[in-house]
């Protein structure tokens, strides 16, 4: 189906997805993500799994952090 894509702004980096919230489930790459002004300066943490189309998702890829 596509990528699940989570989220976590701002320090310290999250250790699981608990840490963060759901942003999308993305079918068509790439997914651009628009922040809030007041997030200017801070780290965005993304988490990704593949969402399979029996529902069942794959294990967590490496956490990808980018300053915003």
Known sequence: ???DIWIK???PAPGDEKHCRFLTLNAS???IAEHDSADAG???YYMLRWRLRDGS???WGETI???R
């Open 42 to 44: 801070k780290t965005a």
């Open 29 to 31: 790459p790439p997914y």
């Open 57 to 59: 998702t794959t294990a």
């Open 1 to 3: 189906m596509g990528a």
């Open 65 to 67: 952090s980018q300053q």
């Open 9 to 11: 702004i701002g320090d």
